[in-house]
């Protein structure tokens, strides 16, 4: 057993209290390898952000979760290294699918977990969520569990339907589980292809598509139940169209790949949601960049030629979206 306190992390409850309170948002950034995590912590640092570092199901898998949290150990020293004095990092399970997973990641030294009960009929999530909550409690480790369903592909999570968050249950569950925040579905969606043309429109300015609106009036039902309790996004990917267009200009072959408008993520981050999950977009950017340096140099075959740009494209769009999507910046000095 080893306490997340002991190795630097923090949970995320004063974090998320100070981001409701100022109108911002605190970027979540899923993280499967050392440049990912490289330019996520240089990103943070430079800007003074409280950041959550998510490990999902997949990243797991990939990469092995004893690893991934001694990597996070790794990045709190780093942190300070960069000068960044009290750096405010959690290290949080997404999408944790049972009670043995979430138990073994605390036990582990994870700060938060989320424990994805949304699938299951809503009793068996209320008795899920709150078995977790009851474990977690007794470290100070915080609990996510999630109401609703999101469209899209994640790793294993997929559904092909949204199913909205129903304000009326929100108090139901929030006061039974006792989770300290909580995932909606209002649109948002998983993944890279979050739409289909056919549901979008086209924006007569400038010829992009535009994604159905997300439904605020339902994350306006969800704050008016639970003033104050911190609410989080999944699917919060924007899918830049420059990433898309560089991955197809080199050989990529992304087709209508789109996200959620970042001025839709600002608005809703100065509301309740006090966490924005992004994970496609640092996807996009870190094959972006690989392509175009297997594009132009074809006879390079030194990894830290092409990892190199990779991790600065994905710092450099880390830094844009805690800047001018979240507004983190600074809350953590
Ligand atoms: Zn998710």
Known sequence: MVSYKEIGLVNTREMFAKAIEGGYAIPAF??????????IISAAAETKSPV???????????????????????????????????????????????FETCKSCIDMGFSSVMIDGSHLPYEENVALTKKVVEYAHQFDVTVE????????????????????TKPEEVVDFVSRTGCDSL?????????AYKFTP??????????LLVPPMLAFDVLE??????PGFPIVLHGSSSVPQDEVATINKYGGALKAA????????????????????????????????IREVF???????????????????????????????LGSDGKAQ
């Open 30 to 39: 899923n993280f499967n390898n050392m440049e990912q995590l490289q330019a």
């Open 52 to 98: 959550i570092l998510q490990v999902s199901k997949g990243a797991r898998q990939y990469a092995n979760q004893t690893l991934l949290r001694y990597m996070a150990e790794g990045a709190v020293e780093y942190a300070k290294e960069l000068g960044w004095e009290n750096p405010q990092i959690v290290l949080h399970l997404d999408h944790g699918d049972s």
């Open 145 to 164: 569990g999630e109401l609703g369903v999101l469209a899209g592909v994640e790793d294993e999570v997929s559904s092909d339907h949204h199913t909205y």
């Open 183 to 191: 995932a909606i579905s209002i649109g948002t969606s998983h993944g």
């Open 198 to 207: 056919e549901q979008c429109t086209v924006d007569p300015e400038t010829g």
């Open 221 to 226: 039902g969800v704050e008016k139940e639970l």
């Open 258 to 289: 789109i996200g959620i408008p970042e001025p839709w993520l600002r608005k809703a981050a100065e509301s309740a949601v006090c966490k924005i999950n992004i994970d496609s977009d640092s996807r996009l950017a870190m094959t972006a960049a």
């Open 295 to 325: 594009a132009n140099k074809p006879a390079e075959f030194d990894p830290r030629k092409y990892l190199g740009p990779a991790r600065d494209n994905m710092k450099k769009l880390y830094i844009h979206k805690i800047v001018n999507v």
